[in-house]
T-cell receptor, first 111, second 113 residues
């Protein structure tokens, strides 16, 4: 079966880099995603990576994919207090467009 | 603002009751997805509709049902409510059935007392 796991909490200081990790079990996943949820808000797609890629960079965000270890990470450079939120890793099973989410990592950025 | 609207924002009801949650997708989006977010289960996919037809089913209880209307808005019906149904229910929409970006609404918070 499919399962996505994340650490629950990460605390960093403003200006530092944050790295949020995720492991998944469905090796046939097509796309892997990172979503952000701010308090009282819905989910916002941050970035995604196709399963045949190793890395994707988008401004302050870097996604690394290790397909052999089924490990996905999101690095946020120069983390700001506005980055404080819950970050969800998600995958799509092949042939579907539905999302399987991890439990989310709460990122707390202190000044 | 994602362009996806959900009503109501909050709903408080008693066990055994039935409620209807409503979602209007972004203009032009044909797919609607429902997700449930609870403390113990996390964020789980419930069901997807595409252009009025059920497309995919996830961990949706038999007490729950959904439909998508000709104007593409969708309703999620929850009946015989239990305390454990208390959760945040999100609707998302996308253009089609492929790997298009899903845009999430702000959610409906359901509290069952």
């Amino acid at each position: 079966g499919e399962d996505v796991e994340q650490s629950l909490f990460l605390s960093v200081r403003e200006g530092d880099s944050s790295v949020i990790n995720c492991t998944y079990t469905d090796s046939s996943s097509t796309y892997l995603y990172w979503y952000k949820q701010e308090p009282g808000a819905g989910l916002q797609l941050l970035t995604y990576i196709f399963s045949n890629m190793d890395m994707k960079q988008d401004q302050r965000l870097t996604v690394l994919l290790n397909k052999k270890d089924k490990h996905l990470s999101l690095r946020i450079a120069d983390t700001q207090t506005g980055d404080s939120a819950i970050y969800f890793c998600a995958e799509t099973p092949p042939g579907y467009s539905t999302l399987t989410f991890g439990k989310g990592t709460m990122l707390l950025v202190s000044p | 603002d994602s362009g996806v609207t959900q009503t109501p924002k909050h709903l408080i009801t008693a066990t055994g009751q039935r409620v209807t949650l409503r979602c209007s997708p972004r203009s032009g989006d044909l797919s609607v997805y429902w997700y449930q977010q609870s403390l113990d289960q996390g964020l789980q996919f419930l069901i997807q509709y595409y252009n009025g037809e059920e497309r995919a089913k996830g961990n949706i209880l038999e007490r729950f049902s959904a439909q998508q209307f000709p104007d593409l808005h969708s309703e999620l019906n929850l009946s015989s409510l239990e305390l454990g149904d208390s959760a945040l229910y999100f609707c998302a929409s996308s253009v089609g059935t492929g790997l298009d970006e899903q845009y999430f609404g702000p959610g409906t918070r359901l509290t069952v007392t």
